[in-house]
């Protein structure tokens, strides 16, 4: 690893400033910046790290029902506390999957959403990569290995969007708070993905000194369904190779008055399975609208000739994460 040096701000302008003085990179726990930068994908001059920075890790439930997130919240808080447990049970569930206990204890919120994809040929400088600046993805040749790789959406890139707390807190209609040397701003989740282009790195719309502070979950104003379901290899000490956030909402009468299914790990930023939702909407809420939805949502797969058995996972992770939504959790303040 080549050698940085270590800033250690304790105010977010602080922070904030320190980014732009030194072109620095944002360092919260280092599980994924540590990583890239021992195999020399990243080889950042300043670290400036959010170690310092007072109330990163709150969690609370605010007067309207909506419930703040503070970037710094460890997965292992989001998983055990008891308002995420209470309000947000699906993306407890996500957290608590994630991983292994001790990642859990040192990655953060804000990190898991700014994480690089977990792309072979990305992670490992001596391959090329449309992200780190070459003209094409070696995943979509004849000899790219593709297992792992996006299913939808994968032209020019075909690299995977790692985190698997992203299309919970999409699902659930999440906005970020940000903070840039111009001020804070929020952006709704949704609308905070770019496409992949060519040497951009990262999957956030986010200037390079700007930092997230917090993630705020909204009430939810109609009752409300919510599930969460990953299919992975191994158990633990790895990412999903598909993962599934849902959100229902219901009349009066159990019908869908409108759905919302985020998927992870398909796409190269978290994929929205339009024609799952409109499968859903207005129908009475049950197994045969789940089972058309699960359907639906593997329309307009592009899967690679090495990849092909993930279309039937997507089928299969959306099947279970709206059952569970059927099956009780209700989700969200109020
Ligand atoms: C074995 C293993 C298994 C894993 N399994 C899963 C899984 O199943 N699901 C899943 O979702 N993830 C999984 N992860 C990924 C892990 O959750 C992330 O690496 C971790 O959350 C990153 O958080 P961090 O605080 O360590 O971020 P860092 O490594 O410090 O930062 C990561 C990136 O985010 C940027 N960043 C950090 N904080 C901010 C901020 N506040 N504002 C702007 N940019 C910021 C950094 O500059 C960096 O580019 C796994 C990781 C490992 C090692």
């Known amino acids: 690893m080549k050698a940085f040096t270590f800033v250690r701000p304790r105010t977010v302008d602080a922070a904030v400033a320190a980014l732009a003085e030194t072109g620095g990179a944002v360092h919260a726990g280092g599980v994924d910046l540590l990583d890239r930068m021992k195999e020399h994908v990243d080889e950042p001059s ?21 419930v ?21 049970p699906s993306l407890a569930e996500a957290a608590g ?4 206990p001790a990642i859990r204890h040192r990655a953060t919120l804000g990190g898991n959403l700014a994480q690089r994809t977990r792309c072979g040929y990305f992670r490992i400088a001596s391959f090329s990569c449309l992200k780190r ?10 000899t790219g290995v593709q297992e792992t790789a996006a299913v939808f959406a994968n032209e020019p890139c075909a690299s995977a969007h790692p985190s698997s707390l992203a299309p919970v807190l999409q699902s659930l209609g999440a906005q970020l708070g940000v903070q840039g040397p111009k001020g804070a701003r929020s952006v709704s989740l949704a609308e905070a993905w770019r496409a992949p282009e060519k040497g951009v790195a990262g999957d956030l719309a986010l200037a390079a000194d700007e930092l997230i502070t917090a993630i705020v979950v909204p009430p939810r104003t109609r009752p409300q369904r919510v599930g969460y379901e990953e299919v992975r290899q191994k158990a633990a000490f790895d990412w999903a190779l598909v993962s599934c956030g849902v959100r229902v909402e219901l009349d009066d009468d159990g019908r869908v008055s409108d759905a919302s299914i985020v998927l992870g790990s398909v796409a190269p930023t978290p994929w929205v399975a339009t024609a799952a939702e409109a499968a859903l909407r207005g129908k009475a ?16 797969a592009t899967p690679l000739s090495g990849n092909t058995y993930k279309v039937r996972l997507v089928e299969v992770a959306v099947r279970r994460a709206l059952t569970r939504a059927l099956e009780g959790a209700k989700g969200g303040a109020r």
């Open 46 to 66: 300043h670290l400036v790290t959010l170690l310092d920075v007072p109330g990163r890790d709150a969690i609370a439930l605010e007067d309207d029902g909506g």
């Open 285 to 300: 809420f049950g197994a045969e609208p789940i089972a058309a939805a699960a359907k639906a949502a593997t329309q307009g």
């Open 97 to 100: 999957q994630a991983a292994s």
């Open 133 to 142: 600046g070459a003209d094409a993805c070696p995943v979509r040749a004849e």
């Open 68 to 88: 703040h997130l503070g970037a710094g919240v460890t997965l292992a808080a989001l998983a055990e506390n008891d308002v995420v447990r209470r309000f947000l």
